[in-house]
T-cell receptor
Framework: SQTIHQWPATLVQPVGSPLSLECTVE??????LYWYRQAAGRGLQLLFY??????ISSEVPQNLSASRPQDRQFILSSKKLLLSDSGFYLC???????????FGEGSRLTVL | GQQLNQSPQSMFIQEGEDVSMNCTSS?????WLWYKQDPGEGPVLLIA?????ELTSNGRLTAQFGITRKDSFLNISASIPSDVGIYFC???????????????FGQGTILTVHP
């Protein structure tokens, strides 16, 4: 069966520090991978998605970047965090053609 | 772009009551999904709907894909305290290409169940 894991689960970082959140998927090949952010409140904002290794599409201009160095690995990064980067970050995967998304456990980022 | 209007935004109910929430859109969707999110966790897929008019159940949950392809509802019967959480609808646009697999999410319905 397929599983998705992301880490770290919780992160407290000072403004201006770098960020790296990692996500891996097991049990499937060539998945679509996504990074979402959920700010205080509840809406899910799509940040990045990837249909293959090295292929990244950005949905919202921002202080963040994403990379996919391996088929089942997706990384969310920032060189210098801003206060507004605080939030709950969710990695997700899907397998064509159904489009159903399966989410990871989430990473809570607090920027101070 | 597509938008989903999910209502109600929040619900406060007594244990045992039935719950109904819905999502509407001005655009046509090919797939409707319903998720539940517990506090501090990622959303979990509850029900997936693929055909207009489809009615699907998962235990006490029932969801329907609207015949116009522009709406969906989720019902929860005989609510229990563990039903507490945020419920999201999500739709997959009819067109493929660059929008393939990119869901549009509703803003969520916060459900509180009083014992």
């Amino acid at each position: 069966s397929q599983t998705i894991h992301q880490w770290p689960a919780t992160l407290v970082q000072p403004v201006g520090s770098p960020l790296s959140l990692e996500c891996t998927v097991e049990g499937t090949s060539n998945p679509n991978l996504y990074w979402y952010r959920q700010a205080a409140g509840r809406g899910l904002q799509l940040l990045f998605y990837s249909v293959g290794i090295g292929q990244i599409s950005s949905e919202v201009p921002q202080n963040l970047s994403a990379s996919r160095p391996q088929d089942r690995q997706f990384i969310l990064s920032s060189k210098k965090l801003l206060l507004s980067d605080s939030g709950f970050y969710l990695c997700a995967w899907s397998v064509r053609p159904a489009g159903e998304l399966f989410f990871g456990e989430g990473s809570r980022l607090t920027v101070l | 772009g597509q938008q989903l209007n999910q209502s109600p935004q929040s619900m406060f109910i007594q244990e045992g009551e039935d719950v109904s929430m819905n999502c509407t859109s001005s655009s046509i969707f090919n797939t409707w999904l319903w998720y539940k999110q517990d506090p501090g966790e990622g959303p979990v897929l509850l029900i997936a709907l693929y055909k207009a008019g489809e009615l699907t159940s998962n235990g006490r949950l029932t969801a329907q894909f609207g015949i116009t392809r522009k709406d969906s509802f989720l019902n929860i019967s005989a609510s229990i305290p563990s039903d507490v959480g945020i419920y999201f609808c999500a739709g997959l646009p009819l067109t493929g290409g660059t929008s393939y697999g990119k869901l549009t999410f509703g803003q969520g319905t916060i459900l509180t169940v009083h014992p």
